[in-house]
């Protein structure tokens, strides 16, 4: 008789906010976006990747983005925040662990970026090696409240699902 264990499913939530700055490129979700301004990082700043990164790390108890990928480390300088992505997505499979979705809101009043959440759902998707429907990409104004609304900064927030992959026993 084959058993299967009871499925280990975990919640976790990420979140991540940076400064606007001349003359960086402005990544969200590993897509660049045409606007005149990127985000400040010691990485290349790219908030909607920080936040599922941490909402990953989170969900599975094995920290958060800054302990794994410190700002004191010139290793971390400039890096490409996919690249950060798919070093978690390998320490989970070695866990064990699996993705069943992500939910993130990117908060920006400018620029505005229903033309690029497709591209962005896609990638983090690809990214994960999930399916395109298991990713959902929203994108949110402050109303003009905050650094956020001020079109100072860009957020992000971030849930994940992951699932302990089953075992079967004979």
């Known amino acids: 008789m084959i058993e299967e264990r009871e499925a280990d499913y975990r919640i976790g939530i990420g979140t991540d906010i940076h400064r606007l700055v001349e003359d960086?490129?402005?990544?969200l979700c590993g897509v660049y976006v045409p606007y005149p301004a990127g985000l400040a990082g010691h990485s290349d700043g790219d908030v909607?990747?920080?936040?599922?990164?941490?909402a990953l790390l989170g969900a599975s108890g094995m920290g958060d983005i800054g302990t794994l990928f410190p700002d004191t480390d010139d290793k971390w300088k400039n890096a490409d925040s996919k690249e950060l992505l798919l070093i978690v997505k390998e320490q989970l499979e070695e866990k064990k662990?699996?993705?069943?979705?992500?939910?993130?809101?990117?908060?920006?009043e400018e620029?505005?970026?229903?033309?690029?959440?497709?591209?962005m759902?896609?990638?983090?998707?690809s990214l994960l090696g999930i399916d395109f429907t298991a990713v959902n990409v929203k994108a949110k104004t402050n109303?003009?409240?905050?650094?956020v609304g001020s079109g100072l900064a860009i957020a992000a927030t971030a849930t994940a699902l992951i699932r302990k992959k089953r075992r079967r026993t004979l």
């Open 48 to 54: 909607g990747l920080h936040a599922v990164i941490d």
């Open 111 to 119: 620029p505005r970026l229903g033309s690029v959440k497709g591209q």
């Open 121 to 125: 759902k896609r990638a983090v998707a």
């Open 24 to 27: 960086r490129k402005l990544m």
């Open 97 to 108: 662990w699996e993705v069943i979705n992500v939910d993130l809101i990117i908060h920006a």
């Open 143 to 147: 109303e003009g409240f905050g650094d």
